[in-house]
């Protein structure tokens, strides 16, 4: 599935205030599928420690429960764009929402671990799927002027909806008495924290049969009508209909389908662009980002600070990163991606190098001592809050952008695997990691987000205010 984002041309119409408001409604529903992505990628969180004590399992096995909804993940991203192709984004964005719906209900209600697990790769089915169709749909309905603003609600959701999961943990921990494994409504604690989100599922769902199908899908299945009816509707009645659905048309057969063959060259096998895409993927997840979002409850607990109160970090850390997200976004357009991506690369390594530094104290009646507690706790935020308005979204428009146009759909399909191969390694490595040393485990996320910066100096180009067509 691929989408043009060509820029407006001149004396062309943009969408009116009146219709402005609608197009905004159109948006923030497909970006329901973000919130998703956001809400099931971190809820899990509040139910590392108790998945662990209720089936006794150790740490490799622990991660391995948390960190295979990314098989999924990867599962639905790569297959999300043939879906939608086929059926259409609208039946793809329903489909998640069921899968959603189910594997909220399957997680908290499992009968053993193995199916547990199941239902956790079900999730990741439903996010990858969400993370392909929801940036895709929105490009494709938005009027040119306001695409890149429209775009950003995506990663927008996305980081609400981390935000939301951490609250709602925190709330359900506390009327639980603070105790993960507490009952609520005859299940566990737990249980119910993952049910929740049977909500913004049906929600997104039921919001996917109030937006309309995507033009460019309706005219590639032979509906121009119908396309012509959404192309009024969102971007206004004083457009020349005949001149829209004829320049969708013209760049839908002047579209280049690149595939795995085109990235090949080189001395190492693909072209060194497609490399430094690889490269910026794979550092984005190895600064180690993921264990704040999955295991963050569990690492503060396991230096003594108590469940409820380690939830509560949980969901600061995730408002720090909504400002962060914020704060990239007014920026990633004014100073750049790669002065922004640098920055984010000190202040990741200076946060992270005071959290191995803190966790390297011993524990003192089962807590860091002070000083190293208040230190770790600030770093962690600082970390988060560098990551977020650097590399959290500059590696998206990178990825958007570097790529020539005729690699350009197959290059980002390998570098965003690339990230999902990262993500996995780090989740599923952390917990085995901290049982050996916790603070040498910070020590090699130091040393990721360090190398990131002569990586960036020497291989990575600014691609701000350049056209796509100037990428090659």
Known sequence: MTSTAQAPRPG???????????????????????????????????????????YDIGSATLAQVIAIALIGCAIGAATAGRIADRIGRIRCMQ?????????????????ALWDLAFWRIIGGFAIGMA?????????????????GRLGSFQQAAIVVG????????????????????????????????????????VLYGLLSFAIPESPRFLISVGKEERAREVLKEVEGDKIDLTARVAEIEHAMKSEHKSTFKDLLGGGFFFKPIVWIGIGLSVFQQFVGINVAFYYSSTLWQSVGVDPSQ??????????????????????VDRIGRRPLALIGSVGMAIGLALEAWAFSYDLVDGKLPAAQGWTALIAAHVFVLFFALSWGVVVWVFLGEMFPNKIRAAALGVAASAQWIANWAITASFPSLADWNLSATYVIYTIFAALSIPFVLKYVKETKGKTLEEMG
Do not use: C
């Open 131 to 147: 993370s392909v169709i929801g940036p895709a749909y929105i490009a494709e309905v938005s009027p040119a002027a306001y695409r």
């Open 12 to 54: 062309a119409r943009t969408a009116h205030p009146e219709h402005l408001g609608h197009v905004i409604f159109i948006a923030a529903a497909a970006a329901m599928g973000g919130f998703l992505f956001g809400y099931d990628s971190a809820v899990i969180n509040g139910a590392v420690e108790a998945i662990r004590s209720r």
């Open 162 to 201: 981390i935000a939301i999961s951490q609250l709602v943990n925190w709330g359900i921990l506390n009327a639980a008495g603070g105790d993960q494994r507490g009952k609520l409504m005859g299940i566990e604690a737990w249980q119910v924290m993952l049910g929740v989100m049977v909500v913004p599922a």
């Open 310 to 331: 380690s939830f509560f970090y949980s969901f600061t850390t995730s408002i720090i990163n909504i400002v962060g997200t914020v704060i990239a976004m007014i920026f």
């Open 95 to 111: 489909i998640s929402a069921a899968l959603f719906t189910v594997s909220a209900v399957g997680s908290a209600l499992p009968f």
